[in-house]
């Protein structure tokens, strides 16, 4: 399905560059070689964000914990 109409971002596209570290709608734009237009994909971009971490339990933004255990 396309989320971002302007740039015919789909999610298949939006998924793999959040799985390549982008953190924020912007970063999403950039890994694709594009900018925000209307910028009604944002919250939807957003939730796929959240989504992503809330699946994989990993934080969205920040260091790793301290005393996170090494792998
Ligand atoms: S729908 Fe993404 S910028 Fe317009």
Same mark, same amino acid.
Do not use: W
């Given at each position: 399905?396309?989320? +971002?109409?302007?740039? !015919?971002? @789909?999610?298949?596209?939006? =998924? *793999?560059?959040? &799985?390549? #570290?982008?953190? @924020?709608p912007?970063?999403?734009?950039? !890994?694709? #070689? +594009?900018?925000? *237009?209307?910028? $009604?994909? #944002?919250?939807?971009? $957003?939730t796929?964000?959240?989504?992503?971490?809330?699946?994989s339990? !990993?934080?969205?933004?920040?260091? &790793?914990? $301290?005393? !996170?255990? =090494? &792998?």
């Open positions: 399905m396309i989320v +971002c109409i302007c740039n !015919a971002l @789909n999610e298949c596209k939006i =998924r *793999q560059a959040i &799985a390549e #570290g982008a953190r @924020n912007a970063a999403i734009y950039k !890994a694709h #070689g +594009c900018k925000p *237009q209307c910028g $009604k994909c #944002g919250p939807d971009m $957003k796929m964000i959240s989504d992503h971490f809330r699946r339990s !990993a934080p969205p933004t920040g260091p &790793a914990p $301290k005393n !996170a255990p =090494r &792998a």
